[in-house]
């Protein structure tokens, strides 16, 4: 059984940093690519980040280049996502997704396995 364990989530102060982890088990982790979604209240949820199985490919979008950092530790199984410069927009739950690939993709229907979510709320 796959399981993705989310953590880091919390409130942080506009500008301020996160890192969320995401740990996977019961899948060789190292053979697939990873996700991270945001889904904020009232809206649909989206792909922030992804990067490909070996980690030298990798995703965001628009909103958070520059800001945001997608890496990897393939000894860990563990995907992270590192948020600098954070804004009230930047609140959402978010979520950690396997995919069913190697490669990249943004698209839900792509990824196979999903993480319960971790909360981020930024205040103004």
């Known amino acids: 059984q796959v399981q993705l364990v989310e953590s880091g989530g919390g409130l942080v102060q506009a500008g301020g940093s996160l890192r969320l982890s995401c740990v996977v088990s019961?899948?060789?982790?190292?053979?697939?690519?990873m996700g991270w979604f945001r889904q904020a209240p009232g809206k649909e949820r989206e792909c922030v980040a992804a990067?490909?199985?070996?980690?030298?490919?990798?995703y965001y979008a628009d909103s958070m280049k520059g800001r945001f950092s997608i890496s990897r530790d393939n000894a860990k199984n563990t995907v992270y996502l590192q948020m600098n410069s954070l804004k009230p927009e930047d609140t959402a739950v978010y979520y950690c997704?396997?995919?069913?690939?190697?490669?990249?993709?943004?698209?839900?229907?792509?990824?196979?396995?999903w993480g319960q979510g971790t909360q981020v709320t930024v205040s103004s």
């Open positions: 019961g899948r060789t982790f190292s053979s697939y690519a």
């Open positions: 990067i490909s199985w070996s980690g030298g490919s990798t």
């Open positions: 997704a396997v995919a069913q690939g190697i490669g990249i993709h943004v698209y839900e229907k792509w990824y196979a396995y």
